[in-house]
């Protein structure tokens, strides 16, 4: 063992240590472990390295991880190392990266919840999971429902699937998915009805028992099991369903977050509509029941949309409106009662406050009375052994009292519901089996654990129990089976904790005691448990912090539990006064509600105790003696009961467990925590079936296996031939340690770790044999490229150094010719340089000196004009000075001067203020006024002598200006001139510079005119050579161009040849889709035929039953049964019998007597109700008849005519027979002769007359038969309900009872019958627009009739023959348009007239043949006699001058024709013999391949010669009736199916060859046209045998599937045909078939022999080539179809080496094909999808070209297709590599745009419309010979 840990636990060994966040981590060893270290080096995934420390006491070493190849198993017991870490990384991975949502563990299925809508559902996926063995397929709900489902059959034993989980993780999904796996396996089509009942009973549950939880917004608060009852044929025929411990603690309170039930809130938020005005409810805040959790809404919820579906599912399940409304408004009185308030009036009692409305409402609502009620609320009635006295309550006491009623009242409510939902779902029929589907709460533990958690928890501890036996138990009978030493396993047993709970002095023992006691408390009861196991019991502990609290250890974790409201919960006491009020109540459903329990009548109408349902708060038995005690059973007592009877229901069944898990708290689509997972693992017992299993030898394998596993370890001498020997010997020397393998009979068994053990011996094996490949390979590779580059080395130095000299002697010469022109070259550039330099000098003189004279002359004028300009600026700027200073002076003076003036203004203006300055002022006042003249006057002549200086100033200054004017003048002239002069001089420098200029522009125009000469002559050596490569490139382009265009007209020629094949494929495809729909509708048409052929048959035999009790076959008829099923008469009678005899053991033997009694009174009535129904229609037929008695004399009258006039005719002939016997001798018969005109002309006219008349005859007697048969099957089908109107004659209410069921039923039956009516009603009106067309033919007759009424009297017989013929015509047309109904007696009237009359036209048609040969024998005589007449009496102008009139001369017999004569009383044994007692094997061999069919045409051909058309539709329909009855009754045969499908389709060649239309004669020979029929047109028929032939060719189809079905999978996946390429890998208990062939198991060897045998079958039938490639093609579809469907469904088998051998074995197929030469037939494209996906398996899948390379490679193959196979992609091997995520979204990003069909399956049941290929015979009908071996000696031939 050491040395194996040592082994293991080497560098680079992976293990997985504990994680507080993601509980357990990966980690890889850095450094070998040796024994004695006390810490680990480990790196973890993020590259992180860590020590990791050992426990010092136990040394114990981490957990190993799984090799790669095992991860991802769907199995967890298939898994080396079981432990937590494995399993929680095992459903990770399927969980995260495959979205696999299922896997096993052992017998379990593990269910995590996808959080999304999966197409994993669907009907094909139902077809694929029925009837396969649990193992075969990947895990999935519809496997365990296959195997209970199975078992049940087979076993003969109920069974039951126990679904178990946390809220929210499930369950009812999946129990929802099992019961529809039921109702679709079943078959019927009813029972999907029950399972609508059971689902839309969901929304109902939810509503009454989901509430909000902190965990979950939609928790279930109680659990149920429902049983689905099936009969002896294991159909559904009803379910029952059983709850368990509702919270009823949470109708008055609920804790923070939480609500109390949805049905609460929903009624609150619709209170708004009219019809709940009355229940005078509002918000939810507004009621204490309902506001307590504080979270009243929960998001994305709609509680008024909730209400109209519960509301639905209600009127689904049959409780009418008034019901409802009832339902309602008890649950609204609930809120109203939460809502009353109690105040304290003393310390001892309470009181309610008078008019309280909501204790008003709440009487109103339930119909009691307000003081009984509050009276009652706030006292309770004490009863003593004399006296009764009334005692009041404290305020809290009857608080606690009001929620009590308020909890009794729901509680009665909610069981009421479910009585009434079981009642929706009950069934008289005998149930003989069931299978009982468990969805009950998991283990809980919350903060604060109450009653409920102990209650549900204590349930678990049950249930993990049961689960642990059936674990042991199926371990122990595996180690018995194979033989192996039996140890016990130690599992943990949770016994000691069930005893803790339920055994005597346990917690439900103690609490109950405490109940009883009249002063019990919670903290007493507290104080109980500790005394009594504390000490006692390890498994029960006390809280540190606590006095009322406990804790207990269960199976899943530790909970604590606290003891308040235990007491209280466990009594569920009720006052009983309230109970009496509430029975005292007006209102019918409360008073209902309370109904005492010995009284209540079961909702199912059976006796309580077989099939009830078990309450859970059911209330106790009252005694009105010991009226003191409201109950004599606690809750806890009565929990235990139901508990108890539900453990023996679940042991009396075979379990089937399915767990289901919560992978996070938020609802994410495939979001996985792993904290969560693993909470929930530990609670469902997942983990102890590890445990369990891991204690034993998990891993399993047989013999062949392992040695097919691990030859690789084996030397060629340990090999042996026995297989068992061999691997003893092997296991011996690889494992020491015997005790980790035991050997049993078939397998070796491995402890916990063996399998990983030898899995990394085979890993490194394989690993030195692949380094030891790859270093040879390398070797030789290295070796061989060495070799090749000396070589290619060698060969290129060669040519290197030959090169080289070449090179060398070239650029010596070039050297020295280079040296000669660079000489000259550089002697001709020094000169032209030179040259250049002096021109150059001398014109840069030049223009420097005339640069330089221009610029002194600019200097000298610019000087000149400064100098002015100075002038005038420094005038102007003087001038501006002066006035600028001239205008601040003044300005400075005028603002001293404003200065001055206002210190004087100020002054004055203070002297005028004074008194004193006033006197002064008028003291001297007219002296100042003097004064102040004088001044004036002075002023004025200071101004005057101003104005005159101004004057003069003015006149001086004009003087000045004229003076200043007129220099001005002079200096402008002077300016004048000197600009004059200046100009004169420029002109002469600009003539001087234009001079210059033109001397060296012409200079330069020399050069230039030079420079472009040269450069001229350059560019025409240039364009010449451009020229010459344009030249060239328009001719590589005029090259190019024509390729182009040969290219565009190639392309476009393609493009059209495609576009032609596009559409013609599209119109392939248009005209298969219609030839399969019509296929479609045909074999639809061709099962309801059947079908009403069953209803008839059934009709008949509920007619001859004399006891009570129908069976329903139709509803309840499977529809995976055969369409053609032997002896299903005796079937149908032996199931009705014992359905009567189920359903008579039901009925007291008193209520049979009356039932039988009654039953033969109906019959009589019925049968005088049946003569009283004839009677009328005789009285009407009778009146129809009177009422055209006229038109009947009329058409006697008619008859007699007609026979007169044959009569005549006969004469006629007679005569004519006569005269030209007597005249025979004369020549007087002789041509010309008017005898012989006479007889000619009315022998051409009677034929041609005959001729018309027999086809229209034909053709109306057709269509009237037809019609009559139509007629004949409405009277058939509208025939009187047998037991219709007749409920008002019974008066036992029992009989009425019974009745009432059978009249049901037969209105379902006439229900029925009514569609099929309808069904025939447009037979009727096809008829009717075929006669319409037979009308216009026969007025197109009657025109031609009239144009030949010059005819002789004996052609006015057709004449009026086709007059009756018409007026019956236009009678029955007219009668067609009034409604069927009305008009049913007149038509069969005329109808029965209209065959009378037929039938005595046959007769004339007897007659008429009679004559017509007689008349060609008189012809033929009488050419004969005119022959030798003409030759030597007759001139050549004589032939030519007179007319020669045409006669018939009929053909030469020849000794045989081809045709078979037979009786008509013969036709029975020729169709006996030749078809029902017919072995196909001894006529394939002996005979000639179609003989039966050329035989029945030879008898068709000769009924056609005698122009009989009754044998030829009798010989028709006889033939296809025959052929239907054989297919029926050996439908499953093989070779019968081929033969008649091979001969039916030679039948239809030959009534195509032989019909006489030019399409199907281009191939036949003159003798065979000659066969051709000559007298009916067969269209029609041919149309029959053609959907016969298509109805055979599915039967054949389907036979040929049932062949195939169970070798395909065997022989295509699981058999290896290439040995030793796949290697087995470990398996868990859930084993699959094994990969190696065993005796019995097919191969691909077997498919081929069957295909071969399929194909020489139809060979030696001489089937149609065509006709085979068609059945090859659907052949190969169904490999294809059925292959790929396994893989899909199969992880095992999505492997590299999976896909080699799926690639192997389809080229075998194609080998097949081409063998045969069927390879053109398409069956090769069928398996394009399997082909692919074998390819998807083998290519690479890891970068984003790999993902472009698989998109454009797997076309055939669809998205969810794609995305499966990668996602089950599994390595068998350590070298194989899984498919990442990220390439799986690559791959489905790329692939989005795709429009494709999601479905995930192909269709197995898809049949390709068949067409049948016009293929002539050339096999000449005179040449065939009948065996003797026939018996058909009584065929003629003629």
């Given at each position: 063992m050491n040395r194996e840990l040592e082994y293991m636990f080497l560098k680079c060994a992976r293990v997985w240590i504990p994680d507080a966040e993601e509980v357990w981590k990966s980690a890889e060893l850095t450094k070998d472990y040796k024994g004695g270290d006390v810490s680990?080096?480990?790196?973890?995934?993020?590259?992180?390295?860590?020590?990791?420390?050992?426990?010092?006491?136990?040394?114990?070493?981490?957990?190993?991880?799984?090799?790669?190849?095992?991860?991802?198993?769907?199995?967890?017991?298939?898994?080396?190392?079981?432990?937590?870490?494995?399993?929680?990384?095992?459903?990770?991975?399927?969980?995260?990266?495959?979205?696999?949502?299922?896997?096993?563990?052992?017998?379990?299925?593990?269910a995590i919840n996808p959080y999304e809508t999966l197409p994993i559902y669907g009907t094909d996926i139902i077809n694929a999971y029925s009837g396969q063995n649990m193992g075969d397929m990947d895990p999935h709900i519809f496997a365990v429902a296959e195997e209970a489902y199975k078992q049940m059959a087979r076993d003969e034993r109920n069974q039951s699937i126990i679904v178990s989980g946390e809220s929210g993780a499930g369950k009812t999904v999946s129990a929802k998915y099992a019961m529809r796996y039921f109702a679709t396996v079943s078959g019927s089509a009813s029972e999907a009805n029950v399972e609508e009942k059971v689902l839309a009973s969901n929304p109902i549950m939810e509503a009454i028992g989901n509430a909000k939880t902190t965990r979950n917004d939609n928790s279930s608060r109680f659990g149920k099991y429902i049983e689905i009852g099936f009969d002896n044929r294991y159909r559904i025929i009803g379910a029952n369903m059983r709850t368990y411990l509702l919270e009823k603690s949470r109708v008055v309170f609920q804790a923070d977050e939480e609500r109390n039930y949805h049905i609460f809130y929903q009624l609150c938020a619709s209170a708004h509509l009219p019809e709940f005005k009355a229940l005078k409810l509002s918000s939810a805040n507004d009621f204490l029941y309902t506001r307590q959790g504080r979270s009243p809404v929960i998001d994305g919820v709609d509680d008024t949309k909730e209400l109209c579906t519960t509301r639905n599912a209600f009127s689904l399940l049959g409780i009418n409106e008034s019901y409802q409304m009832g339902l309602f408004q008890v649950l609204a009185a609930i809120l109203h009662l939460g809502n009353v308030e109690i105040k304290d009036r003393d310390a001892d009692s309470s009181v309610i406050p008078p008019n309280n409305r909501h204790l008003m409402a709440f009487c109103e609502l339930v119909g009691v009375t307000y003081q009984d009620m509050s009276q009652w609320l706030c006292h309770r009635k004490l009863k003593?052994?004399?006296?009764?006295?009334?005692?009041?309550?404290?305020?809290?006491?009857?608080?606690?009292?009001?929620?009590?009623?308020?909890?009794?009242?729901?509680?009665?409510?909610?069981?009421?519901?479910?009585?009434?939902?079981?009642?929706?779902?009950?069934?008289?029929?005998?149930?003989?089996?069931?299978?009982?589907?468990?969805?009950?709460?998991g283990f809980e533990t919350f903060e604060i654990n109450s009653f409920e958690q102990f209650c549900i928890n204590y349930a678990n501890e049950k249930l993990q129990q049961q689960f642990n036996m059936h674990v042991f138990k199926l371990e122990q009978e595996e180690y018995m089976k194979e033989q192996i030493p039996w140890t016990l396993i130690d599992f943990y047993d949770n016994q000691p904790c069930i005893n803790l709970i339920e055994a005597k002095m346990g917690v439900l023992d103690l609490l109950d005691e405490e109940c009883r006691m009249p002063k019990g408390s919670d903290d007493s009861w507290a104080q109980k448990l500790y005394n009594t196991h504390l000490k006692t019991c390890s498994l029960f502990e006390k809280p540190r912090m606590s006095n009322r609290a406990f804790i207990i250890q269960h199976f899943a974790d530790k909970v604590e539990y606290q003891c308040e409201g235990f007491l209280e919960k466990n009594k569920d006491t009720v006052n009983e006064e309230q109970i009496n009020v509430m029975k005292a109540s007006k209102f019918d459903l409360l008073v209902e509600l309370f109904q005492d329990e010995e009284k209540a009548t079961s909702p199912t109408g059976q006796v309580q105790g077989t099939g009830g349902r078990t309450r859970l708060s059911i209330k106790p038995d009252k005694s009105r003696d010991t009226s003191s005690k409201e109950h004599k059973k606690t809750v806890g007592c009565q929990f235990r009961n139901s508990l108890q009877m539900l453990m023996d229901t679940l042991n009396a069944t075979t379990p089937h467990y399915v767990r289901c898990i919560k992978p996070n708290d938020f609802k994410l689509a495939f979001s996985f925590d792993p904290k969560r997972a693993v909470q929930q693992l530990r609670a469902c017992g997942v983990l102890e079936t590890i445990r369990i299993s891991a204690a034993g030898f998990p891993s399993r394998w047989t013999y062949q296996e392992f040695f097919s596993r691990y030859r690789v370890l084996m030397k060629q001498k340990d090999v042996l031939a026995d297989k068992k020997l061999t691997c003893k010997n092997v296991l011996e020397k690889l494992v020491q340690d015997q005790d980790k393998y035991q050997f049993g009979k078939t397998k070796i068994f491995f402890r916990a770790g063996q399998v990983a053990y030898l899995e990394k011996l085979r890993a490194d094996k394989l690993r030195a044999a692949c380094i030891r490949i790859q270093k040879t390979i390398r070797c030789w590779l290295a070796r061989k490229k060495y070799l090749r580059k000396r070589s290619a080395a060698i060969t290129i130095q060669r040519f290197t150094r030959g090169y080289q000299a070449r090179c060398l002697a070239k650029f010596l010469r070039r050297t020295q010719a280079a040296t000669i022109i660079q000489k000259y070259q550089r002697m001709y550039v020094e000169r032209k340089h030179y040259k250049q330099k002096q021109a150059a000098a001398l014109a840069m003189q030049t223009i420097l000196r005339a640069y330089m004279a221009r610029q002194k002359y600019q200097a000298l004028l610019r000087e000149h004009k400064a100098v002015i300009i100075q002038k005038h600026i420094r005038g102007w700027l003087a001038r501006c000075w002066y006035k600028r200073c001239l205008e601040a002076i003044v300005y400075l003076q005028c603002c001293i001067r404003r200065m001055r003036a206002k210190r004087e203004l100020k002054k004055l203006k203070i002297e005028a203020r004074s008194v004193e300055h006033f006197k002064k002022l008028n003291k001297g006042m007219e002296n100042k006024i003097m004064q102040l003249q004088r001044k004036i006057d002075e002023q004025s002549k200071e101004n005057r002598l101003v104005n005159e200086r101004l004057v003069g100033l003015e006149n001086s200054y004009t003087v000045e200006s004229e003076r200043m004017r007129g220099e001005l003048s002079r200096l402008r002239g002077v300016e004048e001139d000197a600009k004059n002069k200046a100009n004169q001089v420029s002109s002469l420098l600009e003539e001087l510079e234009r001079l210059k200029k033109e001397l060296s522009a012409t200079q330069q125009e020399k050069k230039t005119i030079e420079d472009w000469a040269q450069s001229y002559r350059d560019e025409m050596e240039k364009m010449v050579a451009e020229l010459k490569d344009q030249n060239g490139l328009l001719k590589k382009e005029k090259d190019d161009l024509n390729r182009l265009i040969q290219e565009q007209s190639q392309q476009m020629t393609e493009k059209m040849t495609r576009a032609i094949a596009e559409e013609t494929q599209q119109l392939e495809t248009d005209l298969n889709e219609e030839r399969s729909r019509y296929q479609n509708l045909l074999s639809e048409h061709l099962r309801l035929e059947e079908k009403y052929d069953d209803l008839k048959e059934e009709m008949a035999l509920s007619s001859n039953v004399s006891k009570p009790g129908h069976r329903r076959t139709d509803s309840t008829h499977s529809s995976n049964e055969s369409e053609y099923t032997y002896n299903s008469e005796y079937a149908e009678l032996e199931d009705g019998t014992r359905g009567r005899e189920d359903v008579t053991r039901g009925i007291d033997t008193s209520l049979t007597l009356k039932l039988q009694k009654r039953v033969t009174e109906l019959e009589q009535d019925k049968q005088l109700l049946r003569n009283e129904l004839e009677n009328r229609e005789e009285q009407l037929q009778r009146a129809s008849a009177m009422a055209r008695g006229a038109e009947l004399e009329y058409e006697s009258l008619k008859r007699q005519e007609l026979e007169s006039e044959n009569k005549k005719l006969k004469h006629d002939l007679e005569e004519m027979r006569k005269s030209l016997l007597g005249n025979a001798a004369t020549g007087a018969g002789a041509p010309g002769s008017p005898a012989y005109k006479v007889l000619l002309e009315q022998l051409n006219a009677s034929c041609e007359e005959l001729e018309v008349r027999k086809e229209e005859v034909l053709i109306l007697r057709s269509q009237l038969v037809s019609q009559k048969e139509a007629m004949h099957h409405k009277e058939t089908m509208t025939e009187p309900s047998v037991y219709k109107d007749d409920v008002s004659k019974l008066k036992d209410d029992e009989v009425k009872q019974a009745y009432v069921g059978l009249k049901d039923t037969n209105r379902l039956l006439e229900h029925q019958l009514q569609t099929q009516r309808r069904t025939y009603d447009n037979e009727v009106e096809s008829l009717r627009s075929e006669l319409q067309n037979v009308k216009e033919e026969n007025n197109r007759q009657q025109q031609l009739l009239a144009q030949n009424l010059q005819l002789p009297p004996e052609a006015r017989i057709e004449a009026s023959l086709q007059h009756e013929i018409t007026r019956l015509t236009n009678e029955n047309l007219e009668l067609m348009a009034d409604d069927p109904t009305a008009s049913r007696e007149a038509r069969v009237v005329i109808l029965r007239r209209m065959v009378d009359l037929m039938e005595q036209l046959e007769k004339q048609d007897r007659t008429i043949r009679k004559l017509k040969k007689q008349l060609k024998v008189y012809s033929k005589r009488i050419g004969e006699m005119g022959a030798g007449q003409t030759e030597g009496q007759t001139s050549p102008g004589q032939m030519v001058d007179e007319p020669i009139h045409p006669v018939n001369i009929p053909r030469r017999e020849k000794d045989f024709q081809g045709m078979l004569e037979y009786k008509k009383e013969d036709e029975m044994k020729l169709v006996k013999n030749l078809i029902l007692e017919l072995k196909p094997r001894g006529v394939a061999v002996n005979l000639i391949p179609g003989l039966p069919s050329y035989i029945l045409f030879?008898?068709?051909?000769?009924?056609?010669?005698?122009?009989?058309?009754?044998?030829?539709?009798?010989?028709?329909?006889s033939t296809i009736n025959s052929i239907k009855k054989i297919l029926k009754k050996r439908g499953d045969d093989f070779e019968t199916v081929s033969f008649w499908l091979a001969n039916t389709c030679r039948f239809l060649h030959c009534l195509k060859q032989y019909s006489g239309d030019e399409q199907f004669m281009k191939h036949n020979t003159s003798r065979q046209n000659e066969h051709c029929l000559s007298n009916f047109d067969l269209a029609e028929y041919r149309q029959v045998i053609s959907d016969l032939a298509i109805q055979i060719y599915q039967q054949l189809i389907k036979c040929m599937e049932n062949i195939l079905q169970p070798m395909i999978v065997s022989g295509m996946l699981e058999h290896e045909t290439i040995q030793g390429v796949s290697g087995v890998k470990p398996t868990g208990l859930r084993k699959r078939t094994s990969s190696i062939a065993d005796e019995g198991t097919y191969t691909l060897d077997s498919i081929l022999r069957q295909l071969s045998a399929f194909h020489s079958t139809m060979c030696q039938h001489g089937t149609d080539p065509e006709l085979i490639k068609q059945v090859v093609k659907q052949q190969f579809y169904i490999i294809g179809a059925v292959t790929l469907n396994n893989l899909l469904l199969r992880k095992d088998m999505c492997s590299w080496s999976k896909g080699m051998q799926i690639r192997y074995n389809v080229s075998q197929l194609e080998e097949w094909l081409r063998d045969k030469g069927l390879m053109t037939c398409g069956a090769k494209e069928t398996l394009e999808p399997l082909i692919q996906a074998a390819q998807l398996l083998q290519v690479k899948k890891k970068t984003d070209e790999d993902a472009e390379a698989i998109c454009s490679m797997c076309h055939a193959l669809t998205t969810a297709q794609i995305v499966k196979v990668l996602n089950l992609y599994t390595p068998v091997n350590e070298f194989e590599e899984r498919v990442s995520v990220a390439f799986i979204r690559t791959i489905q990003t790329r692939l989005r745009d795709r429009c494709e069909s999601p479905q995930l399956l192909m269709d197995t049941k898809m049949i390709y419309p068949v067409t049948f290929p016009f293929n002539p015979s050339c096999l000449a009908l005179e040449t065939i010979q009948i065996p003797s071996s026939l018996n058909l000696g009584f065929l003629t031939r003629v």
């Open positions: 680990l080096q480990l790196m973890l995934e993020d590259g992180k390295n860590i020590e990791h420390k050992l426990d010092p006491k136990t040394k114990n070493l981490p957990y190993l991880r799984n090799p790669d190849i095992l991860v991802g198993e769907n199995d967890l017991t298939a898994l080396s190392y079981l432990h937590e870490p494995a399993v929680l990384h095992n459903l990770k991975v399927r969980f995260i990266d495959s979205k696999l949502i299922y896997t096993y563990c052992g017998i379990v299925l593990v003593t052994a004399t006296e009764t006295y009334i005692k009041p309550l404290p305020r809290l006491q009857a608080t606690n009292a009001r929620d009590a009623l308020s909890k009794h009242i729901y509680a009665k409510l909610f069981n009421w519901i479910v009585e009434h939902v079981n009642k929706a779902l009950v069934t008289n029929v005998k149930q003989h089996s069931f299978i009982g589907v468990l969805d009950i709460y030879m008898c068709l051909r000769h009924a056609d010669y005698v122009n009989d058309d009754q044998k030829v539709r009798t010989l028709l329909t």
